[in-house]
Structure formats: structure tokens, C-alpha cells
């Protein structure tokens, strides 16, 4: 078995912070991916990483940056957090990259901006 | 434009009863169908997965049952538990390396 850790679990910014959340996976996986979930909205793909060093934009990519510094670890940045936002960032991994392959989820990073 | 649709938002059911989950798509290149439970403060895990060549599978007591024709599935919880209180989430990928799509999640509450 393996873990997903996401840091830090509550993430409170202002409007126009750069914040950064990080992502650590021991399942020793390829692909690692970002997700947004909003209430009501379901989980969207923000960016995914096929292997250490690479990056791949998913539908809502503006706005983020990500960066897959090593294969274990996948962070997320928000460029220019914006006022009133509130929404629970996903860190999943899995063996291969595609859509028939497990994905196992983090316990999620909780954004409020003021 | 939201590809993969669940219905409905929110639904409870008594301890004993049999909840159905449904979840209808339009890419009718889609064939692959999992089925992810997430608590509260939890991340999603996947609880059952089908594949269009199957028009049903069984897990205990989840079943997903799957028409292709009509490109709509449902996830069938029988004898439902407290425990089974959560979101469920349908999604759908196809088979050339594409992201899969989620639906917006149908809260299930079992009430004791």
C-alpha cells in the first residue's frame, strides 16, 4: 500500500497571493495530477505529470502553475489567488497515465481567499 | 459543457433501502466507467469500475448497471448502511490515454 500526504490541509490567502500547495505519493506511480473540486462542479483537471520533469496542461490550467520536482512529489501553484475563492485542490497518482488506470487521491488542500 | 452527468444532486435514503445513483454521458467513445466514494474530509477512492463491453457488475452489495444504448449507467447500493453516507462520483475515460471526466457527485445520506 501507499499514501498520498497534501500540504498544508487549510490554506487561507489574500487576493493576489502566488500560493503553492504540495503533493508527496510513496506508490512509487508515473502520472500524478492536480484536481479542482468545487461544490457542485465535480473534480476538473487542472495540470497532470507523466513522469518526473514532465508537465501537461488539463481544462483549467489558466491561472496555475505546477512543477513535478522529483517522481514522488507534485506541487500546484496559484498564480494570483482572486478574492472570495474557495475550493478543495486534489492530488491523485497512478501506474499509468490515461483514464483506465486507478487513481488514488490525497485528503485535499482547503483554499479560502479573503 | 459538462460531459458526464449525475442525478440527483443529493439523495437520502432509510437504513435497509436500496439507493440508485445515475449517471448519463454523451462521448459515445467512452468506455470505461469507475465509480469513486468520497467521505468529508477525505480524497475520492474508487469503489467499482465497468466496461462497456459489460452491461453489469457486481461488488458485494454495489452493483453498476450499464446501457450503452442509451450511453446511462447506475449504481445500485442494496441494503444500505449508515456507513455509506458520502459523495459518489461517476466518471468516464476512453481508451487513448485521454483524462477522464467527472461528474458533479450524488451526497448519499442513509438515515439509521
Known amino acids: 500500500g501507499g499514501i498520498i500526504t497534501q500540504t498544508p490541509k487549510f490554506l487561507i490567502g489574500q487576493e493576489g497571493q502566488k500560493l503553492t500547495l504540495k503533493c508527496q505519493q510513496n506508490f512509487n506511480h508515473d502520472t500524478m495530477y492536480w484536481y479542482r473540486q468545487d461544490s457542485g462542479k465535480g473534480l476538473r483537471l487542472i495540470y497532470y505529470?507523466?513522469?518526473?520533469?514532465?508537465?501537461q496542461k488539463g481544462d483549467l490550467s489558466e491561472g496555475y502553475d505546477a512543477s513535478r520536482e522529483k517522481k514522488s512529489s507534485f506541487s500546484l501553484t496559484v498564480t494570483s489567488a482572486q478574492k472570495n475563492e474557495m475550493a478543495v485542490f486534489l492530488c491523485?497518482?497512478?501506474?499509468?497515465?490515461?483514464?483506465?488506470?486507478?487513481?488514488?487521491f490525497g485528503p485535499g488542500t482547503r483554499l479560502l481567499v479573503l | 459543457q459538462q460531459q458526464v452527468r449525475q442525478s440527483p444532486q443529493s439523495l437520502t435514503v432509510w437504513e435497509g433501502e436500496t439507493a440508485i445513483l445515475n449517471c448519463s454521458y454523451e462521448?459515445?467513445?467512452?468506455?470505461?466507467f469507475p465509480w469513486y466514494q468520497q467521505f468529508p474530509g477525505e480524497g475520492p477512492a474508487l469503489l467499482i469500475a465497468?466496461?462497456?463491453?459489460?452491461d453489469k457488475k457486481e461488488d458485494g452489495r454495489f452493483t453498476i448497471f450499464f446501457n450503452k444504448r442509451e450511453k446511462k449507467l447506475s449504481l445500485h447500493i442494496t441494503d444500505s448502511q449508515p456507513g455509506d453516507s458520502a459523495t459518489y462520483f461517476c466518471?468516464?475515460?476512453?481508451?487513448?490515454?485521454?483524462?477522464?471526466?467527472f461528474g458533479a457527485g450524488t451526497k448519499l445520506s442513509v438515515k439509521p
Open positions: 505529470s507523466i513522469t518526473e520533469n514532465d508537465l
Open positions: 462521448n459515445s467513445a467512452f468506455d470505461y
Open positions: 491523485a497518482s497512478s501506474i499509468l497515465w490515461g483514464g483506465q488506470d486507478t487513481q488514488y
Open positions: 466518471a468516464a475515460s476512453t481508451n487513448n490515454n485521454n483524462a477522464p471526466r
Open positions: 465497468i466496461r462497456s463491453v459489460s
